[in-house]
């Protein structure tokens, strides 16, 4: 007998999308605004694009998603959701529509699904993309990635903590924290972020014809920087940045590096977004956490798995 209930299992009809927009920034030029969208991954919140809002380019207006799978979101959307239907729902939901995305992780692949879906001229004019998951045969995945992942999936979550709140959380007490957030996802959680991996030597790349910047990490241990690589080799109009001393979460450990290439993506296909003066990042507030690990966490998106501050 199934421990799941009535109508709530893998083969339920899927929910209409859940996924929000809010307007984080506005632009600070007078000129027609470029509209950016920023997707979290898997377990992780709008907080992670936090660096770059402060080195944006007065021209973006900056829209952030709130996705199901955050860390704070409802895990039952892993039962039944397909996961590029929010990407989409996200998309429409963007005033006058986005011009251009930038995406994290495990959203890579269903957003870049969503994109392929909708076809030229009716999406985003470019896209960022961030530690993607993806590989160009299906023969390429072994057992050992299944168990590479299962066993370690969590060390992904704990590298979020340790990158977000630095050397304010003891190793035990992230790991603790990373282990939680884990069990919230739950195995269907885990299962949708390996079977978009696995999905992803489908993906219609030739359906993506617009500017694609692809920036991993050569140390990110959960994304393959050679994911990255092939992914940006095998779209119509890709380009790869590989950062070095870089893991998962280039947008925070490397910000004015991202913010760099971000711009120059945005200069190839918008005019006149260069970063103006009042752009550089001395004029804004520090990108140090908080001296107080209380006020640092009060705001975090694991804060409520924290065994120990609950």
């Keep these: ?24 920034r506005a632009a600070r030029d007078t000129r027609e605004p470029v509209r950016m ?91 960022v993309v961030v530690a993607p998951f993806h590989r160009r045969t299906p023969g390429e995945f072994t057992w050992d990635d299944a168990t590479y992942y299962l066993g370690g999936f969590h060390r992904i979550l704990d590298e979020g903590l340790r990158i977000s709140a630095g050397e304010r959380l003891a190793p035990q007490l992230r790991a603790a924290m990373a282990l939680r957030v884990r069990d919230r996802i739950g195995p269907y959680g885990w299962q949708q972020f390996f079977g978009a991996y696995l999905r992803s030597p489908f993906l219609d790349v030739g359906a993506l014809r617009l500017p694609v910047l692809v920036v991993a990490g050569t140390e990110d241990f959960a994304a393959p920087p050679d994911d990255a690589r092939a992914l940006a080799a095998a779209l119509p109009d890709g380009r790869f940045r590989l950062f070095d001393g870089c893991g ?4 925070a450990e490397q910000p004015d590096r991202f913010a760099d290439a971000v711009h120059g993506l945005l200069r190839e296909v918008f005019a006149g977004t260069a970063p103006h003066p009042s752009d550089h990042p001395s004029s804004h507030p520090s ?24």
């Design 37 to 127: 969208l920023t997707l979290h991954g898997l377990a992780g919140s709008a907080s992670v694009w936090r660096a770059y809002e402060q080195r944006a380019s007065s021209r973006v207006e900056l829209w952030e998603a709130v996705l199901p799978w955050s860390a704070d979101g409802d895990p039952d959307w892993s039962l039944r959701d397909d996961p590029a239907d929010h990407v989409e729902h996200a998309l429409d939901s963007v005033p006058g529509g986005a011009d251009v995305i930038v995406v994290h992780s495990f959203t890579a692949g269903p957003a870049l699904e969503a994109l392929a879906r909708r076809g030229a001229g009716r999406g985003p004019r470019a896209a």
């Design 248 to 251: 998962h979460f280039a947008m």
């Design 1 to 24: 007998m199934s421990g799941l209930p009535a109508g709530s299992g893998p083969s339920a009809a899927p929910r209409p999308p859940t996924a929000s927009v809010r307007l984080r």
């Design 287 to 310: 990108d140090e956490p908080s001296d107080e690990l209380s006020e640092h966490l009060s705001v975090h998106p694991y804060a409520p798995y924290a065994p120990e501050l609950t």
